[in-house]
């Protein structure tokens, strides 16, 4: 199946999957839930959909069970709407770019402050040696154009 068209198809299943669980589903367990995406294998037999959950742990748990339990009747919905000769079988992964966007946050609130720490460090210091290591040449007033030794 070409490419552009398998992530047309997923688009339009994370599209349904959203509106479903926003309008129809209505578990009591179903937390906060965002669907991110939808990878559809080459043969579009098995769609896999990315979601995340706000809230804690126990209520990630609570909102997981609800998608299990959901999934037949969101299936049975995709199939209707995209009119496929199979509808791809779906599964619910929760989406882990919420808990590596956070650890980025964290490395770079850590990277910040030792810059500013070395900032700190740095005030007042002077550089070890001389100010200019580098040699100059002998006055250039000594230096006569018009002598031609070498």
Request: charged share 35%.
């Given at each position: ?44 037999r ?26 037949g009747?969101i ?55 001389d ?20």
């Open positions: 199946m070409d490419a552009a068209h398998t992530r047309r198809i997923a688009e339009r299943i994370s599209k349904i999957v959203a509106q479903m669980l926003e309008r129809r589903i209505k578990d009591p367990r179903l937390g906060f839930v965002t669907v991110t995406e939808a990878r559809l294998t080459s043969d579009l098995e769609a896999t959909v990315f979601y995340t959950v706000y809230g804690t742990p126990e209520e990630r748990a609570e909102t997981a069970a609800a998608l299990r339990s959901a999934t009747v299936r049975s919905e995709v199939g209707r709407q995209i009119g496929l000769r199979h509808t791809p079988s779906l599964e619910f992964v929760p989406d882990a770019l919420p808990d590596s966007a956070r650890r980025i946050d964290d490395l770079v609130a850590a990277a910040r402050e030792a810059d500013a720490e070395l900032a700190r460090t740095r005030e007042g210091a002077q550089w070890a040696g100010p200019d290591p580098y040699r100059k040449p002998a006055d250039a007033d000594d230096w006569d154009e018009d002598d031609d030794t070498e």
